[in-house]
């Protein structure tokens, strides 16, 4: 109870933080002069009585709060409306691209986040090495540099000079640029909290005991981190969201990132508005599920 | 005065991150400084004898896929490059800054709603932000910096409180106030002071992530608009065309990463020589 209590304000938030995107969303996508059923009529011939018909089947009739509301209702009924530009119901187009995506940013993310560790670990253990400089590079590395302009690099020189990827749907490169770009901005602040937690007197005491260097680390420095790895990677969600949207777009591959810009470029507001609020509330699930886990790492939080 | 933190007591050491900078903004500056001291030729004007032709006489960079001159865009797109993350980070500066420090300062509800705003910020990624704007405002440099700036102004905004609580506790700020001075008072001359080095050096952090932000807006399609040149737009332009026409892609994509490379260097020296964040970025 003590655990969930505090969380349920969390959730309160989260729900209203939904909330609050769905409508700004809604509320700026109304706002655009010019709807889908004028993109198609100036494609060809509509009639007023047409036109007026196609609005209303697509929702585009009534003023802005009630089209809000019943779009709201059709939404919790699992009906996000008609792709104005294929007819085809949003949702399955949604649910179709969500599995590319979420595979896709899950094995750059998981990547990211086992590169950073062992970078960190081994950045701890070897001061001498060349291993907190790499940590260093990487970092800058992963600020500085697009993720686009890394992976234009690699089609340029795995693709069309070496000849050893194919340029389009290719998976290898982008997940490698997007990890690479995750484990940069995770293993810098993973080493600073690292060298701080093995300060600590029950790590000290440990390493007094005799107990092997890597065992120490392991088993009493990265526990004390991981919350503050966990809120990391919550922070990172951001960068995975955008990097993934960008590799897509790059690689041409199939996911919820070449969905939204092909409605962007197509003015196909009912998708690009599912394709935002699925985004954010998966963003705003995430955030949860890290806060949770949190509250379970750090007994402080739980008080 | 802002000075007291600035003017830190201690020489500036040339350290080699400074001076990789430094040369690295410089090497970016190059075709817009060989622009101004050369002239040049019009950066949209294509010529359709020329497509794709490789750097060499009348043009020292190349032509891309429209016959353009790379280096006249490329000196063209330094300003549009630059301007519109610097935009974007001084809209982020004011929105985080004097917003957040208004908010702070008139305490309650006003507080409570603008940091439920910055939160709410915090949690969208750039790119969605960018794609409201682009889709409410159209495509332009103006949404653009709209977007970066909502994006960043969280940041400083957290500076501002961290600033504001820190100073608000002290004990010369209850002095002054049991001396009757006013809430705007204090802010104006205990807190803005406090809080200049740390906006500084948050600027100088924020920059090359607006410059790679914009880079990559542009590069999707949601940034300015397709005939200006900027750099990101460059490489989006030039992608397909990548097999008969490398250097056409090659010469913004080094342009760019030495800028936000050599920025990125400037800012850590900054942090590293004020470090205002260092404990206050902790979650």
Redesign the interface.
Known sequence: MKLLLPFATSLLRAVAMVAAISFVTFLLIRAVPGDAVDVMASQGDLTTAQQAAMRAELGLDGSVVSQFSRWVGQAAQGDLGRSARFGKPVVGMVAQSIPATLGFAGAAFALGLVLALLLAIGALLAPRSPLPALVEAINLWSIAVPSFVAGMAAILVFSLWLGWLPVIGNMVAPIVILGLDIAGQLAKPLLEELREARLAPHVRAARARGIAPLAVALRHVLPKAVPVLLALSSICLASLIGGTMTMEALFGLPGLGSLVLNAVHGRDYPVLQAVIIVLALGVVLINLAAELARRLADPRMRA | MSGAILSRPGRVALSPRLLAGILLVLLALVPAALRLLLGGVDPLEQDLMALNLPPGDGHPLGTDHLGRDVLARLSAGTALTLGTGAGGALLAAGLGGALGLLALSLGGVVRGVAF?AF??LR??????LA??T???LGQGGGPVMLALGLSFAPLFAEVARATHEREMAADYVAAARVFGLGRLAVLARHVLPNLAGPMVTLFAIVL??CI??E??LS????GVSPDQPSW?RM?ADA?GY??DA?HA??AP?LA??AL??G???LG?HARRRFDPLARER??
């Open positions: 439920a939160d709410l949690v969208l990624p750039g790119v969605l794609l409201l682009a889709v409410a090359p992530r790679v932000t880079s990559v590069f999707l399609g949601l990101g490489i992608s990548a097999e490398p892609v090659l994509m760019l990463s936000t490379l920025l990125s260097l850590e902790r979650p």
